[in-house]
């Protein structure tokens, strides 16, 4: 049994900050890599960050400067803090842990940025 929880999504103004948290449980006994990827509507869904289990990170173009990806050191616990949020963020926001064996996905959190 693995489980997958995100948190801390909501309604914030253009220029505001959120911060996602991520906790995948139960079955995973390894430091998985693990990112965060969103999706608005009618649009595919895309990475926004990653982090390796070594605490590499990566991100999108389109939130370099502005987002960061962590984790706690030595868990599957990762938190995306997101500053000078623009209308465009608008999205939900899903946590990905990536296994050796299977990728499993949370069920997702809402970001939506007013102008």
């Known amino acids: 049994q693995v489980q997958v929880v995100e948190s801390g999504g909501g309604l914030v103004q253009a220029g505001g900050s959120l911060r996602l948290s991520c906790a995948a449980s139960g079955s995973i006994y390894v430091i998985s890599p693990m990112g965060w990827y969103r999706q608005g509507p009618g649009n595919q869904r895309e990475l926004v960050a990653a982090?390796?289990?070594?605490?590499?990170?990566t991100y999108a173009d389109s939130v370099k400067g502005r987002f960061t990806i962590s984790r706690v050191n030595g868990k599957n616990t990762v938190y995306l803090q997101m500053n000078s949020l623009k209308p465009e963020d608008t999205a939900v926001y899903y946590c990905?842990?990536?296994?050796?064996?299977?990728?499993?996905w949370g069920q997702g959190t809402q970001v939506t940025v007013s102008s």
């Open positions: 982090i390796t289990s070594g605490g590499i990170t």
């Open positions: 990905n842990v990536d296994s050796s064996r299977s990728r499993y």
